[in-house]
């Protein structure tokens, strides 16, 4: 009678064990499915994240190709500004010639003034000395003289005015040349001041590319260890289900074998949920028999 209690006592226990067991299987089904959704939004996550560094690295690639045009632009500007600054020398020594043939002009004028004036003085002499047919006589003299004078006051004139004229179209296509150097030098000066935001604009895109570099490479780590914990819920399943599918045989066989005890991993949870099963309304020294029967079995 004791044995028969004994043993439906014992197919009891066992049937609760299988109940618990089954209970562990489901929160561990519903940890793996939790952990499976965890690691399927991470994996939207790390493609979100791929698909920014591709943008960023486009943006990159696009910012460093235009970094390149504007070197090649600044090298062409540079180009010019050099050939102005040439060209605007050689009309500051064309304005410096032209300005020293209106001096040589200006002082031959002068010097031929000072001359038409002695010879103004002399021709008084003459004609106020001797009586009128010496007079007549030398005023063929005096007409070619001041003949003389007029042509080379004319041609002085003529002379100065044109160098005045050369001079003044020199200086107007320097300041043409002016122009142009200030308005090439702006053009620099806005190309040198764009290639710096752009250079600006690369480092921040390498900033950003860095900080989503590691955002990814802590996503990937994270679904890494989900996965290898998944791995493991799912072998501790196939472990359960084998151990509960031999648990099975034996009672349709009526025989249960004793097992020596191997440690697994989780037998620390496994025991505990065991015990909250069976003896959770126990004293702590019931929980400890509880205990001790399963380690038994």
Same mark, same amino acid.
């Given at each position: 009678?004791?044995?028969?209690?004994?043993?439906?006592?014992?197919?009891?226990?066992?049937?609760?064990?299988?109940?618990?067991?089954?209970?562990?299987?489901?929160?561990?089904?519903?940890?793996?499915?939790? =952990? *499976?959704?965890?690691? +399927? &939004?991470?994996?939207?996550?790390?493609?979100? !994240?791929?698909?920014? /560094? @591709?943008? $960023? #690295?486009?943006?990159?690639?696009? =910012? *460093?190709?235009?970094? +390149? &045009?504007?070197?090649?632009?600044?090298?062409? !500007?540079?180009?010019? /500004? @050099?050939? $102005? #600054?040439?060209?605007?020398?050689?009309?500051?020594?064309?304005?410096?010639?032209?300005?020293?043939?209106?001096?040589? !002009?200006?002082?031959? /004028?002068?010097?031929?003034?000072?001359?038409?004036?002695?010879?103004?003085?002399?021709?008084?002499?003459?004609?106020?000395?001797?009586?009128?047919?010496?007079?007549?006589?030398?005023?063929?003299?005096?007409?070619?003289?001041?003949?003389?004078?007029?042509?080379?006051?004319?041609?002085?004139?003529?002379?100065?005015?044109?160098?005045?004229?050369?001079?003044?179209?020199?200086?107007?296509?320097?300041?043409?040349?002016?122009?142009?150097?200030?308005?090439?030098?702006?053009?620099?000066?806005?190309?040198?001041?764009?290639?710096?935001?752009?250079?600006?604009?690369?480092?921040?895109?390498?900033?950003?590319?860095?900080?989503?570099?590691?955002?990814?490479?802590?996503?990937?780590?994270?679904?890494?260890?989900?996965?290898?914990?998944?791995?493991?819920?799912?072998?501790?399943?196939?472990?359960?289900?084998?151990?509960?599918?031999?648990?099975?045989?034996?009672?349709?066989?009526?025989?249960?074998?004793?097992?020596?005890?191997?440690?697994?991993?989780?037998?620390?949870?496994?025991?505990?949920?065991?015990?909250?099963?069976?003896?959770?309304?126990?004293?702590?020294?019931?929980?400890?028999?509880?205990?001790?029967?399963?380690?038994?079995?």
């Amino acid at each position: 009678m004791k044995k028969r209690l004994l043993i439906k006592y014992f197919i009891m226990c066992v049937l609760l064990i299988l109940i618990c067991s089954s209970g562990m299987s489901g929160a561990r089904a519903d940890q793996i499915s939790d =952990l *499976e959704d965890e690691v +399927s &939004e991470n994996e939207k996550k790390y493609d979100k !994240i791929q698909k920014e /560094l @591709d943008e $960023l #690295e486009k943006a990159k690639d696009n =910012l *460093e190709n235009y970094i +390149s &045009e504007l070197n090649d632009a600044t090298a062409q !500007i540079e180009a010019v /500004l @050099d050939d $102005l #600054e040439l060209q605007i020398q050689q009309k500051d020594n064309q304005i410096k010639d032209a300005q020293a043939k209106i001096a040589v !002009i200006d002082k031959k /004028l002068e010097i031929q003034y000072e001359n038409m004036k002695l010879r103004i003085k002399y021709l008084y002499v003459i004609f106020s000395s001797g009586n009128i047919g010496q007079i007549f006589e030398r005023m063929e003299y005096v007409s070619a003289i001041t003949e003389y004078d007029k042509e080379q006051m004319d041609d002085y004139k003529a002379n100065l005015l044109d160098a005045k004229n050369i001079k003044a179209e020199l200086e107007n296509e320097k300041a043409k040349l002016d122009t142009l150097l200030a308005d090439e030098e702006t053009q620099r000066l806005q190309l040198e001041k764009t290639m710096e935001e752009a250079k600006e604009n690369i480092a921040s895109h390498k900033e950003q590319i860095d900080v989503a570099i590691k955002k990814a490479e802590a996503i990937e780590e994270e679904i890494e260890a989900d996965k290898n914990t998944i791995e493991k819920l799912k072998e501790e399943e196939e472990r359960r289900k084998q151990e509960e599918e031999r648990r099975k045989q034996e009672l349709a066989n009526g025989t249960v074998n004793k097992i020596p005890y191997q440690k697994l991993d989780g037998d620390i949870k496994r025991m505990a949920a065991i015990i909250w099963c069976e003896a959770r309304g126990e004293s702590y020294e019931g929980q400890v028999a509880v205990g001790t029967v399963v380690m038994n079995r």
